[in-house]
């Protein structure tokens, strides 16, 4: 890494489709490019403009295209490169490079979520707890929605970590909303933080969620986890608890469809360990 300027190889690809062959030669010859992956940033020594290519010191010829996760290192005087590119942003495209940041700033990578949609409802949801406002269910919702879209175990990691946050600032205003607590389990699960989805979703059994969807969801999805823990540990007690999940489950929604899949799972996992 280096404190040197630097620009993201995705915005230097637009850049390249605005200007002339010459200006662009002139700015990115004598920049490194950084490929994310290599120990160092290697410097550019000649550019192929109409094909958005470049050949590195040593020979090694490649696509920007191929490295659009990279970043080019601007280590000139006040780094033209990096001033022409903000100079050619329009005001739109100004306005998502500030979004991004934001979003960046908690740990997210834009680029990972689905949709714009889901860029603006993180960035809002976001912008509420930043501002000392509690999110309503509108946007809890499309905060889980877009932090979890794409099933993204990272994602939804981060989404789990932040309305756990929130869960702790609504406790201290005097009570947890139900469906934090099944969005908080499916995230973790998502994450692969089984252990700890299990902790959030005691809450089924203590009588900390009362609206009978929010137990439903929280119920099938416990029992998920439960299930996932058994097949990764092989430990029976899991099971057992995962039967009682199961069972408040179908006793509020017998016919959905997502209670008899967890339902049937549990089932089919249970009759493999009694003829083992």
């Known amino acids: 890494m280096t404190d040197e300027a630097s620009v993201p190889v995705r915005d230097v690809l637009v ?9 662009s030669r002139q700015l990115l010859v004598g920049c490194a490019l950084d490929d994310g992956t290599s120990d160092e940033a290697v410097p550019i020594v000649a ?15 490649l696509l920007l295209a191929g490295v659009r996760d990279g970043e080019i290192i601007d280590p000139h005087p006040d780094a033209p490169l990096v001033g022409a590119i903000a100079a050619q942003w329009t005001p739109a495209e100004r306005v998502e490079r500030q979004e ?3 979003l960046a700033h908690a ?35 499309r905060f889980y929605m877009a932090l979890s879209a794409t099933g993204e175990s990272g994602l939804a990691r981060i989404g789990a ?7 702790d600032r609504f406790a201290d205003a005097g009570g947890v909303p139900d469906d934090l607590y099944w969005r908080r389990t499916w ?6 933080q089984l252990r700890e989805a299990v902790a959030v979703s005691d809450a089924l059994h203590m009588g900390q969620v009362k ?13 998920a986890v439960l299930l996932d823990l058994f097949d990764a540990t092989r430990e029976v007690k899991w099971l057992a608890l995962a039967d009682r999940a199961a069972r408040v489950a179908y006793a509020l929604a017998p016919e959905e469809e997502e209670v008899k899949a967890v339902y049937r799972r549990f089932q089919a ?8």
């Open 211 to 223: 609206e009978q969807g929010a137990r439903k969801l929280l119920a099938t999805t416990r029992a």
């Open 161 to 167: 970590r932040v309305l756990a946050q929130l869960a």
């Open 15 to 23: 850049w390249l489709s605005r200007v002339d062959a010459e200006e």
């Open 47 to 61: 550019l192929d403009a109409e094909r958005k290519g470049v050949t590195l010191q040593g020979g090694r010829r």
């Open 187 to 192: 995230l973790l699960r998502a994450g692969g």
């Open 107 to 141: 740990g997210i990578d834009a680029d990972r979520l689905a949709s714009g949609e889901d860029r603006r409802a993180a960035l809002a949801f976001l912008r509420m707890i930043e501002a000392g406002t509690l999110p309503g269910p509108e946007e809890r919702h």
């Open 269 to 276: 996992v249970r009759g493999q360990v009694g003829r083992a």
């Open 100 to 102: 991004r940041a934001e």
